[in-house]
């Protein structure tokens, strides 16, 4: 069976990107296809076998828009019930989608009859049925290239698309909640070694912050349910044709506390047998 990708999401954001470091992977790359060929070419590409076997597309602002948002969202669900595509949403916030226009002195695809910062918001709330729709969602808010392609790269190489895809995070509430995780946990509840001189230059991969945090009786409490509680869910998110989910664990400014939880969560979710990815969006800040 042909697996299908779909890249689409805000403009600026990064489509163009995630589209070149899939092609690296091996992917067939089909760029800015119309809406009402689309289903078309799913159709024309199964059973040609390679290099037809994965296919990518990237939707770019031609195939959107408007009402068009809707026919795309139906046309996502159609193929997603007989399991044909997994569908990713490429996003950045408002101020880093104004800033990469400025820089490049581009003018936004979408009509709004005002600012650039209008006509971003405009945008988003046309795709946002196409963005609850999405198996997954890349915030490139904070990433570089390298990170983009990283991460891009642990969710479609080769054998990526088998089963339920879990990815484990940590940020700070200070940056700003990420808007490319499912699940938000909050662990603003235990000590802050950052008033620990001794520690505040360390983060949570160092052990003696693991230890401060971990050896918490109510750490231990939490990380004990909260896996019980992941071990029931993920199979039941799994059987409902969930394909990625993304748990993210939160602190103060995202270097001790949530670091710290998120690796010892990850490795419970190992230890059930998932192959979990972690990255820690605020560590060096």
């Known amino acids: ?79 997603r019930s007989v399991g044909h595509v997994r569908v990713v949403f490429v996003d950045a916030g408002d101020d880093v989608l104004v800033r990469r226009y400025e820089e490049t002195r581009r003018r936004h695809p979408q009509p709004s009859g005002g600012s650039l910062l209008d006509a971003i918001r405009s945008e988003r709330s046309e795709l946002e049925p196409v963005r609850a729709a999405a198996d997954v969602v890349i915030d490139t808010t904070g990433l570089n290239l390298h990170q983009l392609r990283a991460r891009v790269a642990s969710l ?14 940590s940020f700070g509430y200070k940056s700003g909640v990420p808007v490319d995780a499912d699940l938000l946990l909050d662990c603003r509840f235990l000590p802050n070694p950052h008033w620990d001189p001794n520690l505040r230059a360390l983060s949570g991969l160092d052990p003696a912050v693991r230890e401060f945090v971990l050896t918490r009786p109510e750490a231990a409490k939490f990380l004990d349910r909260l896996t019980e509680m992941m071990a029931d869910l993920l199979p039941a998110y799994a059987s409902e044709g969930r394909s990625f989910l993304g748990i993210a664990f939160g602190c103060t400014g995202g270097r001790h506390r949530s670091v710290a939880i998120a690796e010892e969560f990850a490795a419970r979710l190992r230890s059930l047998g998932y192959d979990v990815p972690v990255s820690h969006r605020d560590i060096d800040r």
């Open 1 to 79: 069976m042909v697996e299908f990708l779909v890249i689409t999401g805000m403009s600026g954001a990064g489509r163009s990107s995630v589209a070149d470091a899939v092609d690296d992977l091996g992917w067939f790359v089909i760029d800015n296809v119309p809406l009402p060929l689309f289903t078309k070419i799913v159709e024309l590409t199964e059973g040609l076998g390679e290099p037809f076997e994965r296919v990518a597309f990237v939707l770019g602002t031609g195939a959107r828009g408007g009402e068009r948002s809707g026919a795309l969202v139906e046309a996502l669900e159609s193929l």
């Open 156 to 169: 479609f190489t080769a054998g990526a698309g088998a089963g339920l895809q879990l990815r484990v995070s």
